[in-house]
């Protein structure tokens, strides 16, 4: 515990002193979302994948210390989740992973903003998240804190958070909370967000998932993703970073956004390969996507809680034996 306090109290000083000098890459944001300022664009090379438009580990200009310490937080945990949080990283997925220069990539789920949509309808839980909701969301599904739950850690549904350990007050939610709003601080930025949901698959392309063929998606994976991902989809070590897994019990688990098809095929067409995105075609990117869909991963515990008020997406294939429960699907 001393250690952490030494730590943490050369990071308020090292900030305090970052925070009066004037980054040049901190200007007033551009209109043109894919500036530097703004998002790093989704065709930069790998030399790139580290950096970060705004980084509070350069510069903090004109936040307090006790707020620049806590947006400092915020990115630690975003970057490096399961070493940061590991009280609630079931796994070795990092929020990096899915939104990759500390969410600050075009077309890869770019985060710049985004908190300017808040409060925002949840389908899955049937009603209006805050932006902490939907980081705790987050948390339990695809960092699969979940999988935590034998350690003495107290989880409920994000419908359900009254007494659980993770909870939108929780200090970890409020350190990414933090960093999020910070993307945005001080910017002219409203809640239209045009770079905000590019990564998805037209419904106009989407294949039935019973023509989708998984066995060729193996194919295409070993040949266009296993550079980086490793044929067992564990991910490669690139210098000192590595992709987060794609299945297994490291992986994210079966109840986040990236276990349903389409989603993860939207999110595959615009942004993988990471050096020659948009390369793949759309049924490329759904038999990819059907493959890692088939394989195993950590079971989201509450799945009979989701979708009560809505209709379970038919693309959602772990929730198999619920959808024939779900009345609204069978409509």
């Known amino acids: 515990m001393l250690n952490k306090l030494v730590t943490w109290s050369i990071i308020v000083i090292a900030v305090s002193v970052i925070g009066n000098r004037q980054s040049s890459t901190q200007q007033t944001a551009s209109d043109n979302p894919l500036s530097w300022n703004l998002l790093v664009p989704d065709s930069a090379s790998l030399a790139r994948g580290w950096e970060f438009p705004r980084d509070p580990r350069v510069d903090t200009t004109g936040l307090s210390p006790q707020v620049a310490l806590q947006v400092l937080r915020g990115f630690l945990l975003f970057t490096d989740t399961y070493a940061q949080a590991e009280r609630f990283a079931g796994g070795k997925v990092t929020c990096n992973h899915c939104h990759p220069n500390g969410g600050q990539r075009e077309k890869a789920l770019p985060l710049v903003g985004v908190d300017k949509v808040f409060p925002e309808y949840n389908p899955r ?37 009254d007494g659980a350990t993770l909870s939108p007050v929780s200090g970890e939610i409020q350190d990414l909370a933090a960093y999020i709003r910070w993307l945005s601080w001080n910017r002219d930025i409203d809640s239209t967000l045009p770079w905000r949901g590019q990564n998805t698959l037209p419904a106009s392309a989407r294949i039935p998932l019973e ?26 070590f690139i210098g000192d ?12 688990n079966d109840g986040a956004g990236a276990a349903r098809t389409y989603t993860l095929a939207g999110f595959i067409l615009n942004w993988m390969p990471y050096m020659n995105p948009g390369s793949l075609t759309s049924e490329e990117a759904q038999h990819i996507a059907a493959y890692i869909t088939s394989q195993p991963r950590p079971h989201f515990p509450y799945q009979d809680q989701d979708y009560l008020t809505a209709k379970i997406p038919v693309d959602a294939v772990y929730y198999k034996k619920l959808y024939s429960q779900n009345p609204l699907s069978k409509k």
């Open 125 to 161: 839980s049937g009603r209006l998240f805050t932006l902490e909701e939907r980081i705790v969301g987050c948390m339990l599904r695809s960092i699969n804190a979940t999988g935590r739950m034998n350690q003495h850690v107290v989880l409920h549904h994000e419908n359900e958070l």
């Open 241 to 252: 970073k590595r992709p987060g897994p794609l299945w297994g019990p490291e992986s994210w």
């Open 211 to 236: 023509k989708l063929d998984s066995r060729l998606g193996q194919q295409l994976f070993l040949e266009k993703c296993a550079n980086c991902h490793g044929e067992d989809g564990q991910g490669m």
